[in-house]
């Protein structure tokens, strides 16, 4: 497609369930990047993806947060036993070449923990 | 570590009324300076990148401009469809320069 994809839009989930939100990027961009956005506040970057190596998952909250990229396109981000905490906007972005070119976000998906 | 402040954190309008938004930044060197544009329920929307100390760019009735601490969005003669929650990040030189540090936005309410 034109813009970067993701699925599911709106997630509700039960305290403790498990869940994997999916990314599909720009056709051809390199670098893929994943955000959380709290309710007024702007995103917060999450972890980085340069083809299907990830560089940088410094931005993860916990240990129960998990992302992968296995063939340098589609990503998932996974959240294991989900805490109130987790309710967000996760935001994927995705970049061509050049350090300074722009970031193009998806839409998001809204998780809700209940 | 990088810091984005962004004010005011609301901002409502009259159509026709012109007004400016800050972005103050704090950063070790700068890579960029990006302007992005988010509207309920939707991810951020690219508008500009500024690099460097007196740049400007102008897309309609928006224009960025730069200076070594902090950028301005100013609004024209907004209109009812400029309303949206403006965000401002930066990327710094080094090693983790691919990532954006974003302030929390300011909200624009244009009343036509």
């Known amino acids: 497609g034109a813009g970067v994809s993701q699925s599911p839009r709106y997630k509700v989930a039960k305290r403790g369930q498990d869940v994997a939100l999916r990314c599909d990027p720009i056709s051809g961009h390199v670098s893929l990047f994943w955000y959380q956005q709290a309710l007024g506040q702007g995103p917060e970057f999450l972890t980085y993806f340069q083809n299907e190596a990830q560089l940088d998952k410094s931005g993860l909250p916990s240990d129960r947060f998990f992302a992968e990229r296995p063939e340098g396109s589609v990503s998932t981000l996974k959240i294991q036993r989900t805490q109130q905490e987790d309710s967000a906007v996760y935001l994927c972005?995705?970049?061509?070449?050049?350090?300074?070119?722009?970031?193009?976000f998806g839409q998001g998906t809204r998780l809700t923990v209940v | 570590e990088d810091q984005v402040t962004q004010s005011p954190e609301a901002l409502r309008l009259q159509e026709g009324e012109s007004s400016s938004l800050n972005c103050s930044y704090t950063v070790s060197g700068l890579r960029g300076l990006f302007w992005y544009r988010q509207d309920p329920g939707k991810g951020p929307e690219f508008l500009f990148t500024?690099?460097?100390a007196g740049e400007e760019k102008e897309k309609e009735r928006l224009k960025a401009t730069l200076t070594k601490k902090e950028s301005f969005l100013h609004i024209t003669a907004p209109k009812p469809e400029d309303s949206a929650t403006y965000l401002c990040?930066?990327?710094?030189?080094?090693?983790?320069?691919?990532?954006?540090?974003f302030g929390a936005g300011t909200t624009v309410t244009v009343r036509a």
């Open positions: 500024l690099y460097s």
């Open positions: 972005a995705s970049r061509g070449t050049g350090l300074s070119t722009e970031a193009f």
């Open positions: 990040a930066v990327q710094a030189l080094g090693s983790n320069d691919y990532k954006l540090s």
